[in-house]
């Protein structure tokens, strides 16, 4: 029998709050997933780990070498401006509410998110395989949809920006933006203070009405983003609350059935998140104000179209991009950022090469794919220099990742997603301040290589199959190789 096939996507999902949670027994229904299934605690994200560019990855199965999204705030190098997906309300404001909700309901998926990459919707609906989405950041499909602005979004944005047309899989529940008639939008929260409906407690109750009206497709991706929020105020290990009231969610829908085991004869679960998330030191020195810093040359202002500037600054958290209109100052701004031992990682690419700075050492190392190296996942490197930049030791030939998992392929990828810059990643504790950039002092960040931000859970039930050495661009092939396999054996039998 063909399962349906249900992606959950919890935001900042900390692998250490799961494993009290279930040490406590706070969440029944993913300890039953994760009994009748299999489980991992270190599940790697992308770099940047910030969730446009991990939403992308998971709907496509890659990096953003190949779906081109390099952040939450990035430079825009054929328009000549910043993308700001709506960081902070100052940042909304500066760049203007239309814009704003242009960027996230249309061009993100339909022009930031690279054409030739395909979504797993796209791709699974080749194969003539249903597809949903619920609240996740990146839809895209073949299947037209009108937007309806709700109206205090209308007035925000000065009437300017009221419909638009866009594409998603066979069901898309996007809050009250786009929401389906059979769906009753009264059944759970979504006044603007509740984000419209994008919260996991509409996600959950979109889910389950699909599971009971009978109309969940063959694949569905649901998005619960209420964790990071949570992460944000009270920090990372604080958020057991908020996967309590997943969990929840989650058990209404396994409720549904005769019991929770008749559910997975039907159902399968993939529960992960997208990244997770580091404390942030409560003074001043823990925000690093590359602004200041580099005040000596001309910066890209947010809200503005680059003329004579020299430097563009994207903060995004725990990680910042530095692009170059011209290359020439490129050498003196790694020079005044190396001196700053909050910044761990300074990365750029020469030539098919790939180079890292230590912040406060100047230690160096340098690597390129292929050679007598190889990682976890058997990709072969060459490299010289200090492997203990990236806390990496050998074993023989391989290359053994600690502190900074994946790391070669992470930053390769990142690094060739964001062509003729400088990538940053902070020490932990430690976060990039900017141009109306979110700031988390006392609170939880993410965007880094380091494993605090990078590392999340993974759940997998009622399928067959575990993934070895899982990385959240793991799931398009994955489900690809089980839905479509199926199928085929299906039409031959």
Known sequence: MLKKVILCVIDSFHPQVLAECFSRGWVPALQFLRDEG????????????????????ISTGRH???????????????????????????????????????ELIYNLNLKHLNSKTPTVFETLSKHGISTGCINFFIYRGTKEYRTKIPITMQLLSKFNWQYQTIYGPDQLVLGKVVCPDWLDPAGAPAAPWNKYGINDLFTGYVLKEMVRQNKLPQFTLAYFPDT???AHDHGPLDTHKSIRRVDKQIAAILDLYENWHKALDELAFIIVGDHSQTLIGRNRNHLINLQSMLSKFKQLRL???????????????????????????KDDVVKRLVKDYRITQIIWKEADEYRVLKGGTGQKLSFRPGG?????????????????????????????????????YRIKTAMDGSPRGVLLSA??????????????????????????????????????????????????????AYLTCQVQRQHIF
């Open 228 to 230: 990071d929020a949570m």
């Open 38 to 57: 299999y489980y991992h605690n270190d599940c790697v994200s992308v770099f940047p780990t910030m969730t446009p560019t991990a939403a992308a990855a």
């Open 372 to 408: 007598s190296y190889w990682d976890r996942s058997g990709m072969n490197w060459t490299w010289s220099g200090d492997l203990g930049i990236l806390d990496y030791r050998t074993q023989g030939r391989q290359l053994i990742d600690r502190d900074y998992p994946d790391a070669f």
């Open 427 to 480: 020490l932990p504790g430690y976060e990039f301040r900017g141009e109306h950039a979110p700031l988390h002092p006392g609170g939880g960040s993410h965007g880094s290589l380091h494993k605090k931000d990078s590392v999340v859970p993974l759940i997998i039930a009622g399928l067959e199959k575990d993934i070895p050495n899982p990385r959240i661009t793991s799931f398009v092939p994955y489900i690809l």
């Open 64 to 102: 953003s070498d190949m779906h081109r999204v390099p952040g939450f705030i990035w430079y825009d190098e054929a328009n000549k401006r910043i993308v700001n997906y709506g960081a902070t309300p100052m940042a909304i404001y500066r760049v203007g509410v239309r814009t704003v909700l242009e």
């Open 303 to 329: 809200g503005s179209v680059l003329t004579d500037e020299e430097l563009v600054i994207s903060p995004n958290e725990r990680m910042a991009i530095l692009n170059f209109p011209e290359d020439k100052i």
